[in-house]
């Protein structure tokens, strides 16, 4: 079983900012390399530690046979983030899906391609049992170690029970896990389950939470675990919220530390998630069901100039209705939040 490396398990278990990487498209849905390569140097150079390719913002539809865009865009990421001069410890995530021997085969192509970690999706396998479900994962992680995924159920995932995460943990290739269920009782789920696991402090957990990334940050959760307390932070964030706007999330991940430093939470802070949450429901679009999420984060970085539209591989993926208003308020109302001047200064440099 392959192993992370020193510098990429210290940043892993120190937390860091991991957006999740949209696909760039051409106008006729050719893919963009230009422009992939330009997200890419975009979030290197906005202090990211790590970067999620082949995952939901980067569009399930790439693994189609009718696109096959899986391994080019995992391997242009990739040149691109060996090139930069942080690449040193920078933490390379490849989505990986579907059901055992397909999932077992995008981790061989993700682990030939220099990945270090897959993260394993359980959506779409609504009738695989949890004991199937842990045998898949026992099966990637023979090839790539494994960053554990709680999708929501809203949108493709399911409902897994605390048995099953407290088994899921015990494996020796979960070296994370991003929590993504949107909802507190299922995310506490999988803390007090790592907590009770062997493997509690060598596993480190991630917000995949949107809708409420500064809470999950603040928290240091505890448990009773056989008369001693074990204390388990969110260390950081895998999040499609943080692939627009992310020196700002990079700013914020360095302020919630020196928060929990000193033990006291400033409501600035407290005020600041709130308004993330605003702004993500507008971008991520939950009043529909989350179908215009894609779109959304695709209409940020148009305004930015770092991609040229907000096509979709589907055609039919699109904003849905009265959510450009949505966006066009939260932009207005948060300044602070996104990060406009510094992709200005640097745009035009990155699609060189």
Known sequence: ??????????????????????????RDRSFDVRRQRALVRYYMAAGAGGLAVGVHSTQFAIRHPDVNLLEPVLATAMEEMLCCPASAGFIKVAGICGPIDQAVEEARLAAELGYDMGLLSMGGLQSYSEEQLLARARAVGQVLPLFGFYLQPQVGGRVLSYDF??????????????????????????????????????????????????????????????????????????????????????????????????????????????????????????????????????????????????????????????QLEQIDRVCAAYPDLNDDAFVRENVEQWLA
């Open 1 to 26: 079983m392959a192993d992370l490396s020193q510098a990429v398990q210290s940043k892993l278990q120190q937390g860091t900012v991991i957006p999740a990487m949209p696909l760039a498209l051409k």
């Open 165 to 322: 995460w407290l088994q899921f943990a015990e494996l020796p290739s979960v070296k994370a896990i991003k929590m993504a269920p949107f909802d507190r009782y299922l995310t506490l789920d999988v803390v007090r389950a790592v907590c009770h696991s062997s493997r509690a402090e060598d596993i480190a957990l991630y917000t995949g939470n949107d809708d409420n990334i500064v809470a999950d940050l603040l928290t240091e959760y505890r448990f009773d675990v056989g008369g001693r307390q074990v204390a388990k932070p969110i260390v950081g964030g895998l999040l499609g919220h943080w692939a627009i706007w992310t020196r700002r999330a990079v700013e914020l991940l360095a302020d919630v530390r020196k928060a929990r430093a000193s033990g006291s939470i400033p409501q600035e802070l407290l005020r600041r998630g709130q308004q993330i949450t605003d702004v993500n429901a507008a971008i991520f679009d939950p009043h529909h069901g989350f179908a215009g999420c894609i779109p959304g984060i695709h209409e940020v970085l148009r305004r930015q100039g770092l991609l040229d539209h907000i096509l979709c591989l589907d055609p039919d993926e699109k904003l849905s209705p009265g």
